[in-house]
């Protein structure tokens, strides 16, 4: 699929105070190795080498307070008006020195990816991607968009670099593919949520 806009970037969205709560949370959570779904790997594929990363996830509702109107501004603003009627657990992720996140989408947007689950999950896909920049005092972990040629499967064609600074919030579609560059000084904090609906038709 092809729209007008790759994605959505609100500069300097998140204030002080939001970030240091965003923070807070997540710590009082407690941060675990992050794990990629196994799909998402080929069989040579080691995991820490696709994904190399500290995640804690909340459900805490002050998170939805603070990042859902991005989501609900991007999706009119954008054009994209996709339905949108859940949203997973929010995931503040840590990169430390040489961690990243190679490239991978979020989920398909059809049949094929929608969730088996019970509950509110159910027959639902990820639609919208949602990442918030907590940190500044570090050097790498660019996030970075792969657009694929539509005529050609898994092409790399053309990378698109948005200059984000902390407290940009930048909302996209989770089909495209994307990674985290490897940190090369600091510690990197990103906040990520998911944002579901049924799938395309």
Same mark, same amino acid.
Request: hydrophobic share 30%.
């Given at each position: 699929?092809?729209?007008?806009?790759?994605?959505?970037?609100?500069?300097?969205?998140?204030?002080?105070?939001?970030?240091?709560?965003?923070?807070?949370?997540?710590?009082? +959570?407690?941060?675990? !190795?992050?794990?990629?779904?196994?799909?998402? $790997?080929?069989?040579?594929?080691?995991?820490?080498?696709?994904?190399?990363?500290?995640?804690? #996830? +909340?459900?805490?509702? =002050? $998170?939805?307070?603070? /990042?859902?109107? #991005?989501?609900?501004?991007?999706?009119?603003?954008?054009?994209?008006?996709?339905?949108?009627?859940?949203?997973?657990?929010?995931?503040?992720?840590?990169?430390?020195?040489?961690?990243?996140?190679?490239?991978?989408?979020?989920? %398909?947007?059809?049949?094929?990816?929608?969730?088996?689950?019970?509950?509110?999950?159910?027959?639902?896909?990820?639609? $919208?991607?949602?990442? +918030?920049? $907590?940190?500044?005092?570090?050097?790498? %972990?660019?996030?970075? #968009? !792969?657009?694929?040629?539509?005529?050609?499967?898994?092409? #790399?064609?053309?990378? /698109?670099?948005?200059?984000?600074?902390?407290?940009?919030?930048?909302?996209?579609?989770?089909? /495209?593919?994307? =990674? +985290?560059?490897?940190?090369?000084?600091?510690?990197?904090?990103?906040?990520?949520?998911?944002?579901?609906? /049924?799938?395309?038709?």
């Amino acid at each position: 699929m092809r729209t007008k806009y790759f994605y959505w970037h609100f500069s300097s969205g998140l204030s002080e105070k939001e970030i240091n709560k965003i923070k807070e949370i997540a710590s009082k +959570s407690g941060y675990l !190795s992050g794990v990629t779904r196994k799909d998402d $790997l080929s069989e040579n594929d080691d995991d820490i080498e696709y994904r190399d990363s500290e995640v804690s #996830f +909340s459900e805490d509702s =002050r $998170l939805y307070d603070i /990042l859902c109107p #991005f989501v609900f501004a991007a999706n009119e603003s954008a054009g994209w008006n996709y339905d949108i009627d859940w949203f997973e657990k929010v995931q503040i992720a840590k990169y430390s020195e040489n961690q990243h996140y190679a490239w991978h989408n979020d989920g %398909g947007s059809d049949i094929h990816g929608s969730y088996t689950d019970e509950g509110g999950f159910k027959g639902k896909v990820r639609k $919208l991607s949602l990442v +918030s920049i $907590l940190s500044d005092k570090h050097v790498g %972990g660019d996030l970075e #968009f !792969s657009i694929q040629d539509n005529d050609k499967e898994n092409v #790399f064609n053309e990378v /698109l670099k948005p200059d984000l600074g902390i407290g940009d919030v930048i909302v996209f579609p989770s089909y /495209l593919y994307h =990674r +985290s560059t490897p940190i090369k000084k600091g510690i990197k904090y990103s906040a990520t949520m998911w944002c579901l609906g /049924l799938p395309f038709k």
